[in-house]
């Protein structure tokens, strides 16, 4: 493996490498030097100049020691080590030489070993092998330089030196094969925490936006992990540490069964649970189970086994399905009424045509049936096409603060002269509250509701009202109230549904676009059995109540309404 193609983390291992290599060259140095002023003491023949090559070492050492470097391996620039492996072996063989001339009976030849180990670690092949040829070379340089100074035989030193190369070489070949598998190990050890902690953002990333709600439990029954939306559906805060206990509340004590079986029969599970809370409607979850475990391949600790659990509401996915389905009905519906309206259009203008030749009491009855229920198919016709023509409107609608009760006063005003024969009853309450609604949108809604509780109201004087409140810190709200009698419960489940109405001649679009229009201004809509307290005595009614979102804007502001998908 060549040093200058490592990855930034085989690097930052050398540099580690290179690093600890300094230090244990300090550490010689020092042994050395140690070494000699012992023998010194002791009486030994240590020669000044010995001392000196041993200071002039050490000092080498320590200032290559604290050279300043960069923090990765310097690939570029291998001049330090490569000059560090040469300074020792020059060092060491200064020493043997010195030491021949002294006759001191010490050997620095094991030495050359150190820097043998440091070519073989920190370079590549081919300076591994020249690091060991350099020290072989100079080991029969002194046994050459041994035998002429002595005139001794040297065959002895000479197999002794290639025996010593011969080891040099193993080890240089040895040492440069385990750092490359070390570095090599580094940098897939790196490489897999890098995608681990990868893996674990994105798992992170999808748990915390993911539309369903999701558990991990382990099997004492305690939640290991849990996503914004399950805890939302446990009523739990965000904030709970993890893990905590599920079994002691006994409410979800079916998904605790659930979580046994799936690990008792080691495969996934499906269900339909019910989970009752106090004072408030079942929740019905679907959940599904799998079972995973973070042991060790191998291992037989069943502790580690999780059961992950995926929680879906199902009243939110028939409410999805529901949605879709309306939307995909309301297309096809806009697209047979605007087919219907020509023919439509043409069969109402014959009828008033041949009405004109007819004498006959009974023709003339059937012509007026004809125009009756062709009329009645114009309105229907003309109410679904409005959808798409209230969506466009929405779509392209703006909105400003309006001051609530002066904007419900003119709307009122406008509906009582276009029906002088009912009265509507104004309890105007909001103070100069502001409201952010655009005008037209809130005639449409204030009319449409005035119109429903008109034709369900009694003939008394004060049978319709319309009310208003407003205060500080609370939203605004409009109320269209009258004394008819209760909805059914059956009309209250499918009250704002489009084409549901409790009359034949109703297309049953009206409350629909209403509420559409609420939503698309950030309001709400409801209904609600509410009694008042009238002249005639406490009065029970329906009441439909319009919530507006809150506003700070002087009367006058004008701005582009917030996007909000309906």
């Not at 001392?51 to 310097?74: C, E, F, K, V």
């Not at 300074?87 to 063989?93: F, K, N, P």
Request: net charge neutral.
């Amino acid at each position: 493996m060549k040093r200058g193609t490592l990855s930034p983390g085989s690097a930052q291992g050398s540099a580690r490498l290179w690093s600890g290599f300094l230090s244990a060259r300090v550490l010689v140095a020092l042994a050395l030097l140690g070494l000699h002023l012992a023998a010194l003491a002791l009486g030994q023949p240590v020669t000044a100049r010995l001392l000196l090559a041993s200071g002039a070492y050490l000092a080498a050492t320590l200032a290559l020691r604290s050279w300043p470097r960069s923090d990765n391996w310097p690939g570029t620039s291998a001049w330090p080590w490569l000059a560090s492996i040469g300074v020792d072996l020059l060092a060491y063989t200064g020493l043997q030489l010195l030491q021949m001339q002294t006759q001191e009976p010490m050997s620095y030849t094991p030495l050359f070993g150190f820097a043998v180990l440091m070519a073989g670690v920190l370079g590549n092949r081919s300076v591994a092998l020249g690091g060991a040829a350099a020290a072989t070379l100079l080991l029969l340089a002194l046994a050459w330089w041994t035998g002429w100074r002595g005139g001794t035989e040297t065959t002895g030193a000479y197999l002794g030196a290639a025996l010593t190369g011969t080891a040099y070489f193993i080890v240089a070949w040895l040492a440069h094969q385990l750092a490359t598998r070390l570095l090599h190990e580094q940098h897939h050890a790196r490489q897999s925490r890098i995608a681990a902690h990868t893996q674990a953002a994105i798992s992170h990333m999808v748990m915390q936006h993911v539309s369903d709600g999701v558990l991990v439990l382990d099997p004492h029954g305690r939640v290991r992990l849990a996503n914004p939306v399950a805890l939302v559906l446990m009523d739990r805060k965000g904030d709970e540490p993890l893990p905590f206990p599920l079994a002691p509340d006994l409410r979800w004590r079916p998904l605790l069964q659930l979580a046994h079986q799936t690990c008792c029969e080691l495969q996934s599970q499906a269900a339909d649970v019910t989970i009752t809370h106090e004072g408030q409607s079942p929740l019905v979850l679907r959940v599904r189970t799998w079972l995973t475990s973070t042991a060790q391949p191998g291992a037989r600790d069943e502790q580690e086994q999780l059961c992950v659990m995926f929680l879906q509401d199902l009243r939110e996915m028939e409410a999805r399905l529901r949605t879709e389905k309306m939307a995909a009905m309301g297309r096809m519906s806009a697209a047979v009424a605007h087919e219907i309206r020509n023919p439509l259009a043409a069969i109402i203008q014959a009828n008033e045509l041949l009405a004109e030749d007819l004498s006959d009491p009974a023709q003339q009855r059937l012509s007026a049936m004809v125009a009756q229920n062709a009329e009645r198919l114009a309105r229907i016709t003309e109410d679904v096409l409005d959808i798409a023509r209230v969506h466009h409107q929405m779509g392209n609608a703006s909105s400003r603060a309006l001051v609530l009760d002066e904007a419900v006063q003119r709307i009122a005003a406008d509906w009582q002269a276009a029906h002088p024969g009912t009265a509507v009853t104004l309890n105007l309450l909001a103070r100069q509250a502001q409201v952010v609604f655009d005008p037209e949108h809130l005639r449409r809604v204030l009319v449409n509701l005035l119109d429903n509780a008109a034709r369900y109201a009694s003939t008394e004087a004060d049978a319709l009202q319309l009310i208003t409140q407003g205060s500080v810190g609370r939203p605004a709200t409009v109320q269209v109230w009258s004394d008819g009698a209760p909805l059914d419960r059956s009309v209250q489940q499918h009250l704002f549904e489009p084409f549901f109405s409790s009359e034949s001649r109703s297309s049953g679009l009206g409350l629909y676009i209403c509420r559409e229009l609420c939503q698309r201004h950030g309001a709400t809509l409801h209904y609600a059995r509410r009694a008042l307290e009238l002249a005639r005595g406490t009065v029970q009614g329906n009441a439909f109540t319009l919530t507006f979102r809150a506003s700070s804007r002087p009367p006058d502001a004008s701005s582009t309404l917030d996007a909000i998908v309906v």
